[in-house]
Structure formats: C-alpha cells, structure tokens
C-alpha cells in the first residue's frame, strides 16, 4: 500500500514538474511567435543562462578600441540575439520568460505602470545580501510605506545641506593628488579606485555622520558581495539552495553577519553622538519626516543603509569615472567645461549649492556620460497579471528586460553619432521620455539622484579647475558589466598641475 503510495506521489512530481519546466514555457513560447516575437529556443531547466554565460565570457576576454560602440562588451547576449531575432525578442532566464524591449515607447508603458501591472522581478535569494531588504528589494505595500519615509531625505533642500561635506571630501582627495604629483609635471591617478574611496567618504559622512574608517569595512565586505551576487545573478536559482552549508554560502552568511553588526555599532553611535543631526541615518532613526505612522524598525534601517551604501556609492563612482576618462579623451569637452567652471568659482572659491545650477556645461557631461556609460546597464520588472502593451499581449509572470545600453546607443534615437561623446545633445532636455533613463522613470526612479547629480558636478568642477588630464598609456579600454557598469582593468589618467 505504502509503495503505491509513494509511485503515486512521484508520478505526480513528475507530472507537475514537466507542466512547469517543459508545457508551461513551451505555451508561452509559441503564445510569443505567434505575436511575431522570436527568440533562442527554450531549454528546460536552465533556460539561456548558459549562452548568456557563454557571451558575456567571450566578451570580456577581449579589450576594445577607445569608442563608446560597446553594447556587444557590456550587454553581448542583447547584442547578438537582437541581431538574430530582431529588437524586441523573447529569451529564457530559467524557466521564466525575458522579454527584452527597447521601443521607447513601450518602455514608457511599462515604467509608467510599474506597482499597478507590474513591479521590479525578485531578486535571486542569493543577491539579497547586497541589496538587503532596502527599497529595490521591497513591493507592494512595504515599499510604498518605506520610499514615503525615506524620499524626504533626499530632497534637494536636504542634499543641499550636505555639499559642504562633500566639498570638503573633495579636497583632501585633490590635496593627496597635489601632494603626490610634489615637483613631477604630471603622474598617474588610477581614478576608478579613487572615486570609490571618494564616493565611500561622501556617503559615509552624508548618511551616517560618521568618518570614512567607521563605514570602510562594510565597503570592504560589500566589494566581496559583489562577486558573489555577480555569480548569482548569473545563474539559475533553485530554491532552498541558500540554505546549503557550501563554501560559497558560509562566506555569504559570514559576510553578511558581519556588516549587520558594524552597522549596528555604528547606529549606536549615531543615536548617541548626533541626535539632531542632518544625516540621513539619524533622519530614518527619529523618524522625523515621517509623518504618516511610526518610522522603521532598526533592521529595516540596516537594511536601507546597506541599500544606499552599495547603490549610492557604485553607481556614483562608476559614472564619475566614465565622465573623467569622456573628458581625458575630448579636450575640448574638458577646457570648455573649466572655462565654465572659471567663469562661476572665480580665484580660490570653492563650488556651493547656490552655484551648482550655473555649471551647465559640466552638468550637460554628466548627462552624456550617463547616456554612453549607464551604470545600471538594464532595468527589469515582472508583468503581475496579463497585460498589453504597445501592441503585444503579455502573459503574468512575464520579466521585461530594458537593456539601457542598446537603447542609450540607438542610432534610430540619437543619429548616427549614437556612439560619440556630444555632450551638446543634452542643450536641451530629451524630448522622448522612454529613451534616454539613466535613473529610470516612473514612481521606481532612484531615489538617490540628486545627491548623484550634486556630487557629480563637484566632484568634476573641482577636478577640472585644479588639474588637467590626459588617457594613460596604461588604459586599456573594456567596460565590463560587473552589477554596474565599469572598467574591468581600472581607468589610469595622467594628471597636471594647473598653474593659474
Ligand atoms: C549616477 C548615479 C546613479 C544612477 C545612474 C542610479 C540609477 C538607478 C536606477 C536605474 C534605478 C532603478 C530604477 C528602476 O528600477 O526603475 C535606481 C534605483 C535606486 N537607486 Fe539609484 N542611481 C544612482 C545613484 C544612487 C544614489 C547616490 C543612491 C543613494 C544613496 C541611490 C539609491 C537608489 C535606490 C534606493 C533605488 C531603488 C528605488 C526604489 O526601488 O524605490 N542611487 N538607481
């Protein structure tokens, strides 16, 4: 009887599994041809991961030559398929289904609807450590509760109150350069690394009040997060695999115990040293913006800080790199902008919040440079019931993949200079909303952006007035997708000395 029992069991295991890892993709896979969306073959289980595996392998085992034509570097499986099957296109991660949009106008739809049809995908268990339980993890009703408390402290009016922190960040880094460079005419400034220090210090001052060295180790632990959420997000995840006492996992778990407890100590010496303080960790902890109910638990505070921690200072740094290395190759870009930035911070006066909005040029760069060199390189979402949009029906449980890169590089949006640095297209604001996101769009938009935007344009205006700066013989280009997009072997620039 037992024994029947049991054929029964796994004969119903079977048959539920072939429904869902063979019938149910199947269906959606002819429901999407028959629309005209093409795309690699589904393969049961693992999906595509392994060619897109393979691709992004490839890709990266090769530099390129110093031009912004790098879709095929940094999103090589949109590259390749989109050639094959056309734009939009259907293709497997696992067993759900990616369909891939770059139709500006279709991305409009579907970041307009996002928490109304749709809503960012599930992060792979695996990834979570990195982004913790912070806004891009959260849905629904927890992540509207949690961007309301948290958005006020991101108001201009709050980063404003900041910028002579940052400044003041700024100039030691150019002091240590002024010091290094002694009575050489120029040296070597790897700036990638200097920016991620750089954006650390500014972080960990706006957001925790604190020194560089209090938060470094959570910076030094989040930098091995990376590669094991980089692995991860790579790779198909079955479930209950996170539980596994592996090597992998025991280094995740030991990771992660570890930045909860420094940033428990340092929340401790937050709440004891800065009660009314304007940082933004005592602003989540008193819960004084927050007028619609009580404030966040303390390791929902944990959990955005790591959020902004990861995400503030990687996506900052990276742009700012991208943006010093743009202006090392186009001189003329980088002498109109310190004309510029002479022309408003006349003689030693440093950049403040009421001068910020007169540096157009370096504002126009960092747009450009956004454009060319996105860092978050794509935006996903999951559809949560059928919808239509443009004129496709989409079935629930459906991902759209918006590779920003191929939409940021398409000659059909930007002309045939697609691919140049022309910070002059941005003279005027872009007139299509869904082709140029580098912060997204809709109720999702980073909520950082304008400390981003505010550091950014320091961070350059102080650079250019004080040195100018050449690509090092040492640079080898090859922008990587590595959870942002960056330099895979570092961005080395010759730096000299202005002298007025
Ligand atoms: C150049 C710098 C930055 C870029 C390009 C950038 C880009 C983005 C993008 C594309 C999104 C996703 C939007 C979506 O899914 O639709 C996002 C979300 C987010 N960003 Fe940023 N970001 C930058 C800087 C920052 C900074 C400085 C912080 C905080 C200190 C930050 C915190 C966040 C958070 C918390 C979210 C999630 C918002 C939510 O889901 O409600 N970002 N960012």
Same mark, same amino acid.
């Given at each position: 009887?037992?024994?029947?029992?049991?054929?029964?069991?796994?004969?119903?295991?079977?048959?539920?599994?072939?429904?869902?890892?063979?019938?149910?993709?199947?269906?959606?896979?002819?429901?999407?041809?028959?629309?005209?969306?093409?795309?690699?073959?589904?393969?049961?289980?693992?999906?595509?991961?392994?060619?897109?595996?393979?691709?992004?392998?490839?890709?990266?085992?090769?530099?390129?030559?110093?031009?912004?034509?790098?879709?095929?570097?940094?999103?090589?499986?949109?590259?390749?398929?989109?050639?094959?099957?056309?734009?939009?296109?259907?293709?497997?991660?696992?067993?759900?289904?990616?369909?891939?949009?770059?139709?500006?106008?279709?991305?409009?739809?579907?970041?307009?609807?996002?928490?109304?049809?749709?809503?960012?995908?599930?992060?792979?268990?695996?990834?979570?450590?990195?982004?913790?339980?912070?806004?891009?993890?959260?849905?629904?009703?927890?992540?509207?509760?949690?961007?309301?408390?948290?958005?006020?402290?991101?108001?201009?009016?709050?980063?404003?109150?900041?910028?002579?922190?940052? +400044?003041?960040?700024?100039?030691?880094?150019?002091?240590?350069?002024?010091?290094?460079?002694?009575?050489?005419?120029?040296?070597?400034?790897?700036?990638?690394?200097?920016?991620?220090?750089?954006?650390?210090?500014?972080?960990?001052?706006?957001?925790?009040?604190?020194?560089?060295?209090?938060?470094?180790?959570?910076?030094?632990?989040?930098?091995?997060?990376?590669?094991?959420?980089?692995?991860?997000?790579?790779? +198909?995840?079955?479930?209950?695999?996170?539980?596994?006492?592996?090597?992998?996992?025991?280094?995740?778990?030991?990771?992660?115990?570890?930045?909860?407890?420094?940033?428990?100590?340092?929340?401790?010496?937050?709440?004891?040293?800065?009660?009314?303080?304007?940082?933004?960790?005592?602003?989540?902890?008193?819960?004084?913006?927050?007028?619609?109910?009580?404030?966040?638990?303390?390791?929902?505070?944990?959990?955005?800080?790591?959020?902004?921690?990861?995400?503030?200072?990687?996506?900052?740094?990276?742009?700012?790199?991208?943006?010093?290395?743009?202006?090392?190759?186009?001189?003329?870009?980088?002498?109109?902008?310190?004309?510029?930035?002479?022309? +408003?911070?006349?003689?030693?006066?440093?950049?403040?919040?009421?001068?910020?909005?007169?540096?157009?040029?370096?504002?126009?760069?960092?747009?450009?440079?956004?454009?060319?060199?996105?860092?978050?390189?794509?935006?996903?979402?999951?559809?949560?019931?059928?919808?239509?949009?443009?004129?496709?029906?989409?079935?629930?449980?459906?991902?759209?993949?918006?590779?920003?890169?191929?939409?940021?590089?398409?000659?059909?949006?930007?002309?045939?200079?697609?691919?140049?640095?022309?910070?002059?297209?941005?003279?005027?604001?872009?007139?299509?909303?869904?082709?140029?996101?580098?912060?997204?769009?809709?109720?999702?938009?980073?909520?950082?952006?304008?400390?981003?935007?505010?550091?950014?344009?320091?961070?350059?205006?102080?650079?250019?007035?004080?040195?100018?700066?050449?690509?090092?013989?040492?640079?080898?280009?090859?922008?990587?997708?590595?959870?942002?997009?960056?330099?895979?072997?570092?961005?080395?620039?010759?730096?000299?000395?202005?002298?007025?």
């Amino acid at each position: 009887m037992a024994f029947f029992f049991v054929i029964i069991l796994l004969t119903l295991a079977s048959l539920k599994f072939v429904y869902s890892i063979i019938w149910v993709p199947w269906r959606i896979q002819q429901f999407f041809r028959k629309q005209g969306v093409k795309g690699p073959n589904y393969r049961p289980f693992y999906g595509n991961t392994a060619e897109m595996i393979r691709m992004t392998k490839e890709a990266q085992s090769k530099s390129i030559p110093f031009n912004h034509d790098i879709v095929h570097r940094v999103s090589p499986d949109y590259y390749q398929w989109s050639a094959k099957y056309g734009q939009t296109f259907l293709c497997w991660f696992g067993a759900k289904p990616r369909l891939v949009l770059v139709d500006p106008d279709m991305i409009k739809e579907v970041l307009l609807h996002t928490t109304d049809t749709n809503d960012r995908d599930d992060f792979n268990p695996l990834s979570r450590p990195l982004f913790g339980q912070g806004l891009p993890g959260l849905m629904g009703h927890k992540w509207a509760a949690h961007r309301k408390i948290i958005t006020p402290a991101f108001s201009m009016e709050k980063v404003k109150a900041w910028v002579p922190g940052m +400044v003041f960040s700024v100039k030691k880094m150019l002091d240590n350069w002024e010091e290094q460079i002694g009575e050489r005419d120029e040296f070597e400034v790897e700036v990638h690394e200097e920016f991620h220090d750089l954006s650390a210090e500014i972080l960990s001052k706006t957001a925790l009040g604190s020194n560089f060295e209090e938060g470094k180790r959570i910076f030094d632990v989040q930098q091995q997060q990376e590669i094991l959420t980089h692995q991860a997000m790579h790779n +198909v995840y079955i479930p209950g695999f996170r539980f596994l006492p592996n090597k992998m996992n025991i280094l995740r778990w030991r990771l992660e115990k570890e930045t909860r407890e420094i940033m428990r100590r340092i929340i401790e010496i937050n709440r004891r040293t800065s009660e009314n303080s304007m940082n933004f960790l005592s602003m989540l902890m008193s819960g004084k913006m927050n007028k619609h109910g009580p404030g966040l638990e303390i390791e929902e505070v944990i959990d955005e800080c790591k959020t902004f921690f990861y995400g503030g200072k990687e996506a900052t740094a990276n742009a700012l790199t991208w943006a010093v290395l743009l202006l090392a190759q186009h001189q003329e870009w980088q002498n109109k902008a310190r004309e510029e930035v002479l022309r +408003v911070c006349k003689g030693n006066e440093l950049p403040s919040a009421e001068k910020l909005p007169e540096l157009k040029i370096v504002d126009m760069i960092i747009k450009e440079t956004l454009r060319l060199y996105a860092p978050d390189n794509s935006i996903s979402r999951r559809t949560l019931k059928n919808v239509k949009v443009g004129s496709l029906n989409i079935p629930a449980e459906t991902e759209f993949y918006i590779p920003q890169a191929a939409v940021h590089h398409d000659t059909k949006i930007w002309g045939l200079d697609a691919n140049q640095f022309n910070p002059a297209r941005f003279v005027e604001p872009p007139k299509q909303m869904g082709a140029y996101f580098p912060f997204g769009i809709g109720s999702r938009i980073c909520i950082g952006r304008n400390l981003a935007m505010v550091e950014a344009k320091i961070v350059l205006a102080m650079i250019i007035k004080q040195f100018s700066f050449v690509v090092s013989p040492s640079y080898v280009h090859a922008p990587m997708m590595l959870v942002t997009v960056q330099p895979q072997y570092g961005a080395q620039v010759l730096v000299r000395r202005i002298n007025y």
